[in-house]
Nanobody, 121 residues
């Protein structure tokens, strides 16, 4: 079993940067794809990006250039760096782990509990 715990969320102002972290336990995730999703109030869960075990990444087009994902296999962690935050980035952010690379939430077997990011103008 894999447990994922996100941290680093909070209230920030538009234009700020924020770094979210996700720590995994229970199993080494070096061969897993690690992804970030987000869900705004009243909306469906949205793909943010992933980095697979080969360190190949993908991002949703609208976030490319502002968001980046890094992973540390030795520490079993994956981070999401978010820059130039906008009010529209307000959401609960989730990290997820799966054995294949995908933009679909259903492809990921393991999920964290989420961390709230609120961006004020």
């Amino acid at each position: 079993q894999v447990q994922l715990v996100e941290s680093g969320g909070g209230l920030v102002q538009a234009g700020d940067s924020l770094r979210l972290s996700c720590a995994a336990s229970g199993r080494t995730l070096s061969r897993y794809t690690l992804a970030w999703f987000r869900q705004a109030l009243g909306k469906e869960r949205e793909f943010v990006g992933y980095k697979d075990w080969r360190a190949i990444g993908a991002y949703t087009d609208s976030l490319k250039g502002r968001f980046s994902i890094s992973r540390d296999n030795a520490k079993n962690t994956v981070d999401l760096e978010m820059n130039s935050l906008e009010r529209e980035d307000t959401a609960v952010y989730y990290c997820a782990a799966g054995t294949t690379w995908s933009r679909m939430p259903s492809a990921y077997a393991y999920w964290g509990q989420g961390t709230q990011v609120t961006v004020s103008s």
